[in-house]
T-cell receptor
Framework: GAVVSQHPSRVICKSGTSVKIECRSL??????MFWYRQFPKQSLMLMAT?????????EQGVEKDKFLINHASLTLSTLTVTSAHPEDSSFYIC????????????FGQGTRLTVV | GIQVEQSPPDLILQEGANSTLRCNFS?????LQWFHQNPWGQLINLFYIPSGTKQNGRLSATTVATERYSLLYISSSQTTDSGVYFC???WGQGGKLIFGQGTELSVKP
């Protein structure tokens, strides 16, 4: 299957700082990537759709100024959590599909963010 | 929007037992996938199955798109099968995956 790599896998940051998470498609080009968030014992909730060369599309209730998404190339999307607070502590995970968006999706390893 | 419901929410099995997990969805879908989330959070692709039946070792899956459900079968379960199983669908345009709430499986030795 396709390989999607996410970095870092775990990060601890101080309240008020910003954290950048990278999502790379290693063996294919992805014009669209997706970012999800998962709280403990809950399902994955879509945060935003990352579009190469254009603005991201955010789901209702997701603050675009807090969660900055940049999809500058066909193999890299980044999610920056700005001015992080303890309530932003969560598991963030990205996905991409090899061909069109309705084909099989592959996920990165996820990033566990803890804000102290 | 589309609703994705999984059942049962929790399942405890003895090693060697068989199980069936169900995923119901409320509208026509473009794509349906089953995932296993391991204890480290990694989502492992099990099946890409918008329709039909597929088998991979002890696991198999069937999606009946016209009746809006999918089933995941696990046979001769092992302790390493423990974890959360998610069903997810794409619906409409855009390709975003909508996840069910998951089934947490615990296989006891």
């Amino acid at each position: 299957g396709a390989v999607v790599s996410q970095h870092p896998s775990r990060v601890i940051c101080k309240s008020g700082t910003s954290v950048k998470i990278e999502c790379r498609s290693l063996d294919f080009q992805a014009t669209t990537m997706f970012w999800y968030r998962q709280f403990p014992k809950q399902s994955l909730m879509l945060m935003a759709t990352s579009n190469e060369g254009s603005k991201a599309t955010y789901e209702q209730g997701v603050e675009k100024d807090k969660f900055l998404i940049n999809h500058a190339s066909l193999t890299l999307s980044t999610l920056t959590v700005t001015s992080a607070h303890p309530e932003d502590s969560s598991f963030y995970i990205c996905s991409a599909s090899r061909m069109t968006v309705n084909t099989e999706a592959f996920f990165g390893q996820g990033t566990r963010l803890t804000v102290v | 929007g589309i609703q994705v419901e999984q059942s049962p929410p929790d399942l405890i099995l003895q090693e060697g037992a068989n199980s069936t997990l169900r995923c119901n969805f409320s509208d026509s879908v473009n794509n349906l996938q089953w995932f296993h989330q391991n204890p480290w959070g990694q989502l492992i692709n099990l099946f890409y199955i918008p329709s039909g039946t597929k088998q991979n070792g002890r696991l198999s899956a069937t999606t009946v798109a016209t009746e809006r459900y999918s089933l995941l079968y696990i046979s001769s379960s092992q302790t390493t099968d423990s974890g959360v199983y998610f069903c997810a669908v794409t619906w409409g345009q855009g390709g975003k995956l909508i996840f069910g709430q998951g089934t947490e499986l615990s296989v006891k030795p």
